[in-house]
């Protein structure tokens, strides 16, 4: 997991992306050689990469006088994604991604144990 407090311009953040296989993945049929049929999938039910965002920019606001609430006046922190595309998020919602981490070993970690848990 990640937090703000140390981040700067140009750091790489590593998400875990999991996919769902249910729908995806196909049952391939045998018979062994006593005529007894099994099977198995050509995929596994999950399966994890990991996304490499850059961490590229940071939209803060300067209020100045007595100003009213507006929600809009959130910090922001921009991540640019593997397909170029730079989206922002907010600061209260950065602590509430679990599969954000600052090091790929952590990442490929929290892979491991999803591998454990999904089997």
């Not at 407090?5 to 750091?11: A, H, Q, Y």
């Not at 049952?27 to 995929?43: I, P, S």
Request: with cysteine; net charge negative.
């Amino acid at each position: 997991m990640i937090t703000t407090e140390n981040m700067k311009f140009g750091d790489t953040i590593y998400s875990v992306k999991t996919v769902n296989n249910a729908f995806r993945k196909n049952k391939l049929t045998f018979t062994d050689a006593d005529g007894n049929e099994w099977y198995r999938y050509d995929k596994p039910n999950w399966e994890y990469s990991i996304e490499e965002l850059l961490y590229c920019g940071k939209t803060t606001y300067v209020e100045e006088g007595e100003v009213g609430f507006d929600e809009d006046r959130r910090i922001e922190y921009h991540f640019k994604y593997p397909n170029g595309q730079i989206c922002p998020e907010y600061e209260e919602d950065i602590g509430e991604f679990e599969n954000w981490y600052t090091t790929k070993t952590a990442a490929e970690e929290n892979i491991k144990i999803k591998e454990k848990e999904n089997g």
